[in-house]
């Protein structure tokens, strides 16, 4: 950077070239307005600079009081009166800091520019998240803007232990990425993974945290996510307590939770927060529906068509009846509708609030309707396939739900071609394929394998959420010396 | 960075060992411990566990003596030299192979012959085969993972089936507990079950990969004591479900105890579909183990570097010999005889031996690509898909024998009754079809009609008594319904002078006479259900030649369906027809008869709401059979000596009846040879396998006890 604004502000808008979005200002300051600056913004990120609200408005009528000594003096000892001003000394550090949404100031004699923070991008608030929607617990969601959700974060935990750390990402998108976790919980072999993991690619833009996330991956063929998501900062903070490491992107509201395993998308946050009966129901409820959303059609498929002497003699003589009529073979009907289905899914989720409401209304009730009237499917395949449906819904996790949904189809193709070999076949594939899968070094199906790795601690935060007095211990993803999260105060409160 | 890469825990060993030895145990070793020990086969798997804890005790000490880090091939080449230990390797290495081979053999046989019977043995291989390929390449821990996980999932459901069937145990079938004179059996037996457990040597390839070498041990005494307490329970209900003659017969009788055992609720109708699972995994485990030792030993003494290409020709070499023995019945059992004779005296010999040199020598000194060839299977294969639509569900079947030739009638179900909106077509409730013989008439139908016949919901079958009286159409009729697994064991069976006459009173019924008639015997309140006679009985008494059936006889009465005699069938021969009374007094000897009422001659009018019956062979040179009859009686009004007079009647009656059905039809009313080993271990060693010998020495003796009760 030069002493001359001249050829700063030539240097600076030679790199910008002619953006109509960067508003470039020359004006005067100092008591005497002798004092040439040079003020560029994004446009919509920097206020009304008179006015007396915008930082920017204060700070120059307050320049507009001083000498040009005092000027320097005062940009020098960051002696503004703004938290948050920042001094480069490279146009091309002055450049990204107009790019991150602030307002970049170049005066005449000083060889510095000073970032001074406004308005910024504009950014969607804070709101309930539209996935992971919970009874009881908060209700806040996390925003667009990375610095909000890393506030929201902190605001759960107040410690000085909780760490951020930023990276950026993407060589023209240059977004922020943060990496948030516990100084003395998380492993530190943990964290260099993921910043190496981070720094593997270079790549040109990272718009979204699900960026990172298939980049990170260790296994980009597996069905099933290795990297947890949410939308709930309590969650997030949830995941930190037990030692696990957040990953934060710009532009995102959706952040990155690892390691994870089969057990931790299964969980909500609520249940935490309800009583461990009502939890660990819903849970064992949320496990079966994951297991029923992979393999029903599957299973309906291999029964019908190749085990009938599994089902009682009433069942099978009313599915036949149903069958009556229907043109086409079990498996087509099958795939239709599961096909159907999905449309209606993907059309539902496409359309705006309301009519999404709508799509889903009139395809699952006049459709299904009309189809088994006019004898397209049986009753029984509808209602198969909407049983199969609700338990995709009731998977907790979008991501995960959508590996089951895929291997329905795996299910479908492997039963009707070979039954409930077919089925066994394609269980055992899927095991195999789920028993080598790791997130970051733990076994995705912990702890249901591996559980001696926590001396079975674990499994007390499983298939069953055993009282919250008795998980005190912090699951794996912990240091071991930092494994105790709960112990109990009034030991001898009863002998008073 | 968490978990420890390529170790495995303790528990996960004795899993993975657990299911090495559970299915190819329970699946394959009733049959051959029937054969060898018979009635002692539980006190060959008492002994075998006991050498199988004593054999992994000595792993347990080969474990100790490895160096740390020392894998078992390192440790057979410091115990025997170079070539020695490389000799010894390759020992294990055929073994391994030639295992691996068989279990895809049996595991094909049993896919083909319980679940997809119209499959391709080859392509049921191939596709197994693949999968054990792709879990191998991801490494032990993996592995390790997949049974930890599925352990429970397998083992709830088969000791649930377990605990369901024990109500279906005969305990005089179990009896007498030890015959002398089968020493050898039982020796031969407990052998054939160490075998199993010898596998348990796997652990020794297992050091490498434990997280602890020291809990290998444990974790293989647990797996012996695991399985043997399994293959015991499950020993002995099959032979009290079966008899020991008829399971000498079949070939997996485990799987055939799944397809009888009936759950409560009535969720599902048969199980055998889901349970194969059982032995799905527990074989697909010991296959896979097989591969995987296989491979590296075949890595480590060809291929040093080549892990993967080892495994792909491992396992083409596994495929090959499991098609051989496909193919040739001689190499199977070829191959299971090498087993007791080569491969365990090897796989308990090489440890025992490097242990004890190992020993003197101290002394001395010291003193991938699975979708593309499952999209190839699924070109290649014959699907074998059958629609619902495509098939007719039989509830009843009647058997005529005709002049010279077999008529069979079905009873289906009106399908338009079921759900009339959708079956505007009109389904056949009826269909009559008549051939040479039973199998010939049988497969016209699928070339008479457009439909497929699915006998899995056949609820009773009527067969003539004619048809039942030629023990050569008998013989041919079971024999086909065995070998083409037709109809279910648990079929209600009825006899009736014109079978095709009886099912045509179906029209007079609500329902379908199948289940009209399946309801008749479920609804009686005076015997239990389980004590019908079923088509299975038959089967079981055909091998085992030891007890009495009476199976319902039908006539027509009122248009309607009813039971006015019963036909008996017993040391596996028609005998003939005996009447209601005669019935009755049998099943009330044999204490089967929860509930009887009547009316006495001056119209008294009595009922019985409780009877004990006690039953003891007498000590000595005869055989006496006494039966002590215990009832509470109820009589309505007053009456003087009637506990003196029913005594009287009851004794007199049973002397009468037993005295009458041993010279006609020649039968034994008591059962009483079905208890002989348990009652007199003496006599039932004498008359083993000679039942008319036995009834012709037999004297019956009653005596009645009359407790009157308000």
């Not at chain 1, 199906?445 to 998980?471: C, H, K, T, W």
């Not at chain 2, 049974?147 to 377990?162: R, T």
């Not at chain 2, 619902?388 to 399908?415: Q, T, V």
Request: hydrophobic share 45%.
């Amino acid at each position: 950077m030069d002493r001359e604004l001249s050829k700063n502000k030539a240097a600076f808008l030679e790199l910008f070239g002619e953006s109509a979005d960067i508003k470039k200002k020359s004006m005067y300051v100092g008591v005497e307005r002798d004092v040439a600056c040079f003020i560029a913004y994004v446009e919509v990120t920097g206020g009304s600079f008179m006015f007396e609200n915008s930082v920017v408005g204060k700070l120059l009528n307050r320049l507009c009081t001083m000498e040009r000594k005092d000027i320097y003096a005062c940009l020098e000892k960051n002696a503004l009166g703004i938290s948050d001003a920042t001094l480069f000394e490279t146009i091309e550090d002055a450049a990204l800091g107009l790019l991150t949404g602030d307002v970049m100031l170049f005066i005449d004699g000083f060889d510095k520019a000073v970032k001074i923070p406004d308005k910024g991008y504009p950014a969607m608030p804070v709101k309930e998240p539209d996935s992971e929607k919970v009874i009881r617990g908060s209700r806040e969601g996390f925003a667009d803007s990375i610095k909000v959700n890393t506030a929201l974060i902190r605001k759960r935990l107040r410690t000085p232990n909780l760490r951020v750390k930023e990276v950026r990402l993407g060589t023209r998108s240059n977004t922020n990425v943060d990496i948030v976790y516990m100084e003395d919980l998380a492993e530190p072999k943990l964290i260099k993974e993921v910043e190496r993991r981070l720094s593997r690619y270079e790549i040109d833009g990272i718009l979204d945290s699900g960026m990172i996330e298939q980049l990170s991956e260790e296994k980009w063929y597996s069905p099933f996510p290795q990297f947890q998501t949410t939308q709930r900062p309590d969650r997030a903070a949830m995941a930190i307590l037990e030692g696990r490491v957040v990953v934060l992107s710009d532009n995102s509201p959706t952040g990155l939770i690892v390691p994870t395993d089969y057990n931790s998308f299964i969980k909500t946050s609520d249940d935490y927060y309800n009583r461990w009966e009502i939890a660990s129901f819903a849970r064992i409820l949320r496990y079966m529906a994951a297991f029923f959303a992979m393999t029903l059609p599957g299973l309906y498929l291999a029964v019908t068509n190749f085990h009938t002497q599994v089902l009682p003699t009433t069942l099978l003589l009313s599915f036949a009846a149903a069958r009556q009529g229907v043109p086409f073979p079990a498996v087509v009907e099958v795939l239709l509708m599961e096909l159907s289905f999905e449309l209606l899914r993907e059309a539902g989720v496409r359309l705006p609030g309301a009519m999404g409401n709508t799509i889903g209304i009139v395809g699952g009730l006049i459709i299904g309707q009309a189809a088994v009237e006019a004898n397209i499917v049986s009753p029984i395949v509808v209602i198969v396939v909407a049983f199969t449906a609700l338990c995709s819904f009731a998977i907790p996790n979008e991501e995960f739900a959508t590996a089951f949904r895929l291997l329905k189809f795996g299910f479908i193709f492997l039963c009707s071609w070979l039954g409930f070999y077919g089925f066994l076949y394609s269980l055992l594939l899927v095991l195999i394929h789920l028993s080598h899968l790791k997130s970051f070094g733990i076994p995705y199906l912990m702890p249901f394998v591996g559980a001696d790795l926590s001396n079975y601690e674990d499994e007390r935060d499983s298939l069953i959420r055993q009282p919250l007095f008795f998980m005190k211990r912090r699951p794996i993803y912990a240091r071991k010396e930092q494994r105790t999260r709960l112990r109990r105060k009034d030991k001898h409160v009863f002998k008073k | 960075m968490f978990s420890k890469n390529n170790k495995i825990s303790k528990r996960q060993i004795f899993r993975l060992l657990t299911y090495d030895l559970l299915g190819i145990g329970t699946l394959l070793l009733p049959t051959a411990l029937a054969n060898k020990a018979g009635r002692n086969g539980a006190l060959s798997i008492g002994i075998a566990i006991a050498a199988g804890v004593i054999f992994a005790g000595l792993l347990g000490g080969v474990i100790h003596s490895m160096q740390e880090d020392e894998s078992y091939s390192s440790y057979l080449r410091r115990c025997f030299g170079k070539i020695g230990g490389k000799l010894a390797l390759l020992g294990y290495g055929i073994y391994y192979l030639f295992l691996g081979g068989y279990c895809t053999y049996v595991f094909g046989h049993l896919i083909i012959s319980d679940l997809l019977k119209e499959q391709s043995f080859y392509w049921v291989c191939a596709g197994i085969l693949l999968l054990a390929v792709y879990g191998i390449f991801q490494g032990i821990e993996g592995r390790a993972r997949i049974y930890e996980i599925l352990f429970w999932f397998l083992m709830i459901p088969l000791f649930l089936m377990l605990f369901f069937s024990a109500e279906d145990v005969d305990i005089p079938r179990l009896f007498p507990l030890y015959t002398s004179g089968n020493d050898l059996g039982v020796f031969q037996g407990s052998y054939m079950t160490f075998s199993i457990f010898s596998l348990s040597s796997f652990s020794l390839f297992l050091v490498p990969f434990a997280a602890e070498k020291k809990q290998i041990k444990g974790a293989c005494m647990k797996a012996v004591g695991f399985c043997g307490g399994v293959l015991l329970v499950l020993y002995i209900i099959l032979q009290g479900s079966f008899g020991i003659g008829a399971l000498q017969e079949l070939e997996y009788p485990a799987v055939t105890l799944m397809s009888m055992i009936q759950i409560p609720g009535g969720f599902l109708q048969r199980q055998d579909a889901l349970m194969v699972a059982v032995w799905f995994y527990t074989v697909f485990a010991l296959l896979s183990s097989s591969m995987f030792y296989a491979s590296e030993t075949v890595k480590e003494l060809l291929f040093k570097q080549k892990g993967k290409f080892s495994i792909v020709l491992t396992a083409l070499i596994l495929f090959g010999i499991g098609v051989w023995c496909y193919r040739s019945k001689v190499f199977s059992d070829m191959l299971l005889k090498l087993f007791f004779t080569v491969a365990t005296p090897l796989a308990v010999g090489i440890p025992l031996l490097a242990r004890l040199l190992l020993g003197f020598k101290k002394k001395k000194k010291h003193i991938s690509a699975l979708a593309a060839v499952l999209c190839c299977m699924c070109v290649f294969s014959g699907c074998s898909t059958m629609e619902l639509e495509n098939r007719n569900f039989p509830l009843a079947m009647g058997i005529d024998k005709d002049k010279d030739e077999c008529r069979i009638s079905y009873k289906f179900e009106d399908l338009s009754s079921v759900a009339d909106q959708n079956a505007a077509a009109g389904s056949t409730t009826d269909f009559y079809i008549r051939d040479k013989d039973f199998y010939t008439a049988m497969s016209k139908y699928a070339n008479d009609t457009n439909k497929v016949l699915d006998y899995n919901h056949m609820k009773v079958l009527v067969l003539s008594k004619e048809f039942v009286e030629d023990a050569k159409d008998l013989e041919y009729f079971l024999d086909v319904c065995e070998s083409k697994d037709l109809i279910a064991r648990n079929t209600l069976l009825f006899l009736a002078e014109d079978a095709g006459e009886i099912l045509a009173l179906d029209k007079n019924l609500d329902r379908t006479i199948g289940s009209y008639l399946e309801e008749l015997i479920e609804s009686r309140k005076d015997y239990e259900l389980k004590d019908a006679v079923t088509l299975g009985d038959i089967f079981n008494e055909i091998e085992n030649k030891e007890q009495l059936l009476l199976i319902p006889v039908l006539t027509e009465k009122g248009k309607l369906p009813v039971i006015e005699s019963y036909y008996a069938f017993s040391g596996g021969e028609a005998k003939g027809e005996i009447d209601i009374n005669e019935a009755v007094l049998s099943y009330l000897t044999q204490g089967k008869i929860k509930y009887l009422s009547f009316i006495l001659e001056d119209g008294t009018p009595i009922s019985i709401e409780r009877i004990r019956v006690k039953n003891s062979f007498s000590r000595g040179d005869e055989i006496r059979y006494l039966t002590q009859i215990q009832l509470e009686v109820s009589v309505e009004g007053e009456k003087k000596n009637v506990k003196k007079e029913l005594t009287k009647l009851f004794e007199a009656q049973l002397e009468k009846t037993a005295q009458k059905l041993f010279k006609t039809p020649g039968i034994d009313m008591t059962n009483s040879f079905y208890r002989l080993g348990m009652g007199n271990r003496k006599k039932y060693t004498e008359y083993q396998n000679r039942i008319d010998a036995y009834e012709k020495e037999l004297q019956l003796d009653f005596e009645v006890e009359i407790i009157l009760v308000q």
